[in-house]
């Protein structure tokens, strides 16, 4: 079942990431997913906030308050996650 799940969650962190631009605020952000993005407490090298929807995630690095990078993140079964490449959408 989660196998399902997860294509499904890729497919749309995928549609979500395509409409992603270089410089975008939070907010422009937000409207692309359609809802807040998590501040995460404590930001990692590759994310500052995260979007999570099922069993897929969405990170997303700011920079400066503008989007520099995103990576789509899906849990595949009980202990496992499979980490997409990460996207510089300043590129």
């Known amino acids: 079942m989660a196998g399902g799940c997860a294509s499904i969650a890729k497919d749309k962190m995928e549609h979500l990431q395509a409409q992603l631009r270089c410089g975008m605020s939070v907010e422009q ?3 692309i997913v359609g809802e807040r993005i998590k501040t995460l407490d ?3 090298p ?3 906030h995260l979007y999570r929807r099922g069993f897929g995630d969405l990170r997303f ?3 400066e ?3 520099r990078v ?5 849990v595949t079964g009980w202990e496992w996650a499979e980490e997409e490449p990460i996207v510089d959408h300043c590129k």
């Open 65 to 67: 308050d503008k989007l």
């Open 29 to 31: 952000v937000e409207a």
């Open 42 to 44: 404590v930001p990692t």
């Open 46 to 48: 590759e994310a500052t």
């Open 70 to 74: 995103s990576q789509i993140v899906v």
């Open 61 to 63: 690095k700011f920079e």
